[in-house]
C-alpha cells in the first residue's frame, strides 16, 4: 500500500522535491534547524582541536615523553596526532558510503554516539598504548560523522542560503575551540578529585556529546536521500512538515526529476570526466588545506611555546586566538553567499599566506596574538568555504560517498604532515613549520583558482 501511495506522490503535477527546497524561506524555523545539526558538530570539532591543548598535559602525567619515540621521527604526540587523524581518514574515507545505503541521519547518529564512547573510555587509560588506541577509535567515528554532517546539510538547505548555512553550522561547531582552549588553560595544570585535568577536558566533551544525542534525534531523514532511494511518500511527508514549520502552506510532491532517476535504487551512477577532475582537484585541495589549517590549529600551543611562553601563557594566548573561529564564521554566515565559494577559498588561503608569514617574524605577545588571530580567521573562513564547495559537487546518490573520499585525503595528510610537523618544530623550529604551512596554502589557491567551477546560486541538481 505504501508503494501505491509513493508511485501516486510521485506522480503529482506540483514542484519537486528540490524545487520544494530550493523555495523553503530563510527564517528563524530554518536557523533552528541548522543550529540543532551544527551541536553535535560542536563536540566533534571540540574532540578533533584536542590535540594540541591536551598532549601537554599527558606529558605533565608521564603517559607522553616529550622526546623522540621509535616511531619515526616523531615524539608521542606526534604519534598521536597522527593517530588522530588516521582514524579520520578510514571513517571519511572507506565508512562514509554508509551514509549513501543507510541514510544521513541515521549514519551520524551512530557516529556521534561511536566517537563519544571510544572518548570517553580514553579518558580512563592510564598506558599511552591505550590512550592512542582509543583516540585512533574516536578518529574513526568522527571521520564519518564530519562528511555525513556537511552532505546532510547541503541537501536540506535552499540553493541562495547553502554558503550561509555552512557559515552558520561551522559558528556553532566553532564555538568549542575557544571553550576547548579556556578550559584547557583552567584545567591541564591542575588535579581535581584525583583525576589530571586532561582528563576532565576530554570527559567534559565526552559526555556532553551524548546528551545532544538524545536532543538530536528528533531530526528527521534527507528527503533527497530518501528520493534516491524511492521512498517518496517520505520524502513528501518531511518536506511537508519543514514547509509547515517554516510558514508555508502544504503541496503535493511532483514528477520525479531526472537526478531523482539517476539516483533511484539500482541506477547506476557514471563518473563523467567532469566527475573525475573534480575529485582530482578536491584531493588535491584537501591534501594541502589540511596542512596549512591544522598544522596552525592543532599544534598552536606548541608553537607559541617555540616563541618563548611557557604553558599557562601558552594556553591562554591560544584561547585568544581561537576566538576568530566563530567570529569569523559568525561574519560568513551573513555575507558568504555574495561571493562564488571558489574565490573566497583562494583569498582566504591567501590571507594565510600573509598572516603565516608575519606570525614567523614575530615575538612579542600581542603581535603573536594578532598574527594567530588573522591565521585563525582564514583558517575559518577556509573552512566554512570549503565544507559547502565540495558537497556540491557531486550527485545525490554518491554525494556521501566521494565527498567522504576526498576529504579522507586531508586526514590522510595532516596524519603525515604531523609527524613531520612534530619533526620540524623540534629540529628547526616554528618558523620552519610556518614555511611549510604557508607554502601549502600557495598550492590551494593555484588549484581552487585555476581549476574550479563556480555554483552561487545552483541548484545541486544543475551543477
Known sequence: MTDILSKIVASSPMQSVPDRIDALPGNRALWKFIALLASGGFFGIYDLMQTGYISTGLIAEGIFHSNVTSFPLSSDQGVFAFLTFAGLFIGAGLLTPLADKFGRRQTFMYALLGYSTFSLIMALQTQSHWVMFFRFLTGVGLGLEMVTIDTYLSEWVPRQLRSRAFAFSFFIQFLSVPVLALLSWWLVPQTIFGLSGWRWVVINGATSALVIWFIRKKLPESPRWLMAQGRHLEAHHLITAMESRCGLPAKPLAPRSSEDK??????????????????????????????????????????????????????????????AYPLTSFLCSRYADRTDNKWQIVLSSLLTVISGTLFAFVHYPPALIFCGFLITASNAWLTCCYHAWQTELFPTAVRASLSGFCYSFSRLSTAFSSIFISWLLSSSGPGAVLAFIVSCMVIVMGVVGVFGPQTRGRSLEDI
Open 262 to 323: 539517476q539516483n533511484a535504487p539500482g541506477a547506476i551512477v557514471t563518473l563523467s570526466g567532469r566527475y573525475r577532475k573534480r575529485i582530482l582537484l578536491l584531493v588535491t585541495m584537501n591534501i594541502f588545506q589540511a596542512i596549512g589549517f591544522f598544522g596552525f590549529g592543532n599544534w598552536l600551543p606548541s608553537l607559541l611555546a617555540g616563541k618563548g611562553t611557557n604553558l599557562q601563557h601558552s594556553l591562554l594566548y591560544a584561547f585568544f586566538i581561537t576566538l
